[in-house]
């Protein structure tokens, strides 16, 4: 089992620029979330989802996009990025809402110039 | 606001020793607690949680305990291992699910062999 998988692990970006951070899951976990964390800071939640189809906003979703067309697939959308969202990203599942027990994948290391 | 605080970024701690992380919270609706250990350039893994309900749980060398009257909770780690050196995110929510997990910045625990 690979788990939760992130690509691309590292990249940069040019201020404006529009990217998709790519996260695929295969424990057949329904709920899968995408978090930053910033230098010194804890994890804040930017989107989740609870299913195929079926996505919300978290703490800090604005200049971020989401979509789930598939229960392994949660893709996150930068448009026009900035410099504040230079930031790690990572890409969690669990098996349900209730659980709060994530299986977060590797990360994805994202600078804006 | 930071709901869930930890206070210490770092720790050093000699091996065979006991490693104490602490971490206190102000939100009282919180009703479950989780610790996250992360190496670098990896995701966070799942540690340890206790409910509201409990003071105390222990896997193996780890115990969490919960003093809900002081709003905090602290990890111990006994004996602790150089291969425990990593980042430690305590982490809480209310009930209602994980994506209102609410994590700590963090603290960094270095053990010496």
């Known amino acids: 089992n690979a788990g939760v998988t992130q690509t691309p692990k590292f990249r940069i970006l040019k201020i404006g620029q529009s990217m998709t951070l790519q996260c695929a899951q295969d424990?057949?976990?329904?709920?899968m979330y995408w978090y930053r964390q910033d230098p010194g800071m804890g994890l804040k939640l930017i989107y989740y989802?609870?299913?195929?189809?079926?996505?919300d906003k978290g703490e800090v979703p604005n200049g971020y996009n989401v979509s789930r067309s598939t229960t392994e697939d949660f893709p996150l959308r930068l448009e026009l990025a900035a410099p504040s969202q230079t930031s790690v990203y990572f890409c969690?599942?669990?098996?349900?809402?209730?659980?709060?027990?994530?299986?977060f994948g590797e990360g994805s290391r994202l600078t804006v110039l | 606001d930071q709901q869930v605080k930890q206070n210490s970024p770092s720790l050093s701690v000699q091996e065979g020793r006991i490693s104490i992380l602490n971490c206190d919270y102000t939100?009282?609706?919180?009703?479950?607690f989780l610790w996250y250990k992360k190496y670098p350039a990896e995701g966070p893994t799942f540690l340890i949680s206790?409910?509201?309900?409990?003071d105390k749980n222990e896997d193996g060398r780890f115990t969490v305990f919960l003093n809900k009257s002081a709003k905090h909770l602290s990890l111990h780690i006994v004996p602790s291992q150089p291969g425990d050196s990593a980042v430690y995110f305590c982490?809480?929510?209310?009930?209602?699910?994980?994506?209102?997990?609410?994590f700590g910045k963090g603290t960094k625990l270095t053990v010496n062999p």
């Open positions: 969690a599942s669990s098996y349900s809402m209730g659980s709060r027990e994530l299986f």
């Open positions: 939100n009282s609706m919180f009703d479950y």
């Open positions: 206790i409910s509201s309900i409990k």
């Open positions: 982490a809480a929510s209310p009930q209602g699910g994980s994506e209102k997990l609410v």
């Open positions: 424990m057949n976990h329904n709920y």
């Open positions: 989802s609870v299913g195929a189809g079926i996505t």
